[in-house]
């Protein structure tokens, strides 16, 4: 009977043990919660769907829609991308979510660093796979918005170099002929492609001289493998000047250069235009 005792005492003993460090281990346990900004900037999203405020769907070509429409990308640094459906690059700059979650805004800023506009809005959804919000389109009245909706994406982003482009602005510091031998910048032959270059998310451009005065407006793009950079010339009235395609060898943070031949009919007569990185502010 004592043996049956001791038996009972051990293993009541023994099972209060295992609960008290079962309950132990728990107490030890804690569980990391992501924050708001944390569930934004863990994936590309891409923007699948938008609802008008009577709740009806709204096709993404709309005119009251597009302007939102993308894969957009919100890095952990606090710098944000978006690009269009067709992976052009449509704007760039810094966000940022309330500690609740409830509210994200945007600032899109121009190559020099100056703001383009800031963009706030209602968070309706943020989780793992779905990142919807709510815009106020009518500042003048409330009652007009719409609900664009995100989708959790495996999207890359693009990696031709539209961002490195449209991140700062570029000075022409250097060029050299078809022999690798320095030209002055003053030299017939090349100045006309120096300057101070603003290539802008929204996919205009300006160029200035190195005095600040205007040179030529218009549009860019880069191609799909990141090897050509194109630019259309516009006058004041939105007629095309010119349009020119260059060879781009370096396109990278602080240098982008081009080569260019003047004469499409004698390829071997070429020039190699050498930018670099500047904070120049556009006059």
């Known amino acids: 009977m004592n043996t049956l005792k001791k038996l009972c005492y051990l293993l009541t003993t023994m099972l209060l043990s295992v609960a008290f460090v079962s309950c132990s281990d728990n107490d030890d346990m804690v569980m990391e919660q992501i924050t708001p900004s944390q569930m934004l900037s863990s994936t590309p999203w891409e923007t699948t769907a938008a609802r008008d405020k009577n709740g009806q769907p709204v096709n993404l070509s709309d005119a009251s829609v597009n302007g939102f429409v993308g894969f957009a990308y919100f890095k952990a640094d606090g710098n944000f991308v978006i690009y269009g459906l067709n992976d052009v690059l449509r704007s ?7 500690p609740l979650g409830k509210t994200r805004i ?18 309706l959804v943020l989780n793992n796979n779905e990142f919807t ?16 909706i995100h989708t959790k994406t495996a999207h890359a ?7 490195t482009l449209a991140s700062t602005p570029w000075e022409t ?4 002929n078809s022999s690798g031998n320095p030209v002055a910048l003053t030299d017939p032959s090349v100045s006309g492609f120096v300057g101070y270059s603003y290539f802008k998310a929204n996919g205009t451009f300006t160029i200035y001289g190195l005095n600040n005065l205007l040179r030529s407006q218009g549009t860019w793009s880069i191609s799909p493998d990141g090897k ?3 630019i259309t010339a516009l006058d004041a009235n939105g007629n095309v000047l010119f349009t020119r ?27 190699d235009i050498i930018h670099t ?7």
């Open 92 to 98: 760039r700059g810094t966000w940022s979510v309330d």
């Open 106 to 123: 945007i600032t899109a800023l121009n190559p020099d660093g100056t703001t383009i506009f800031t963009r706030s809005v209602d968070i």
């Open 133 to 148: 919000y709510r815009i106020h389109t009518n500042p003048s009245d409330p009652s007009v918005y719409y609900d664009i």
């Open 157 to 163: 982003e693009p990696a031709n170099g539209q961002l």
């Open 173 to 176: 510091t250097g060029a050299k």
């Open 228 to 230: 050509k950079r194109t």
């Open 245 to 271: 395609t260059v060879d781009i060898l370096t396109l990278n943070s602080s240098e982008f250069t081009y080569r260019i031949a003047p004469d499409a009919g004698n390829p071997s007569v070429y020039y």
């Open 277 to 283: 990185k500047v904070d120049h502010k556009e006059p």
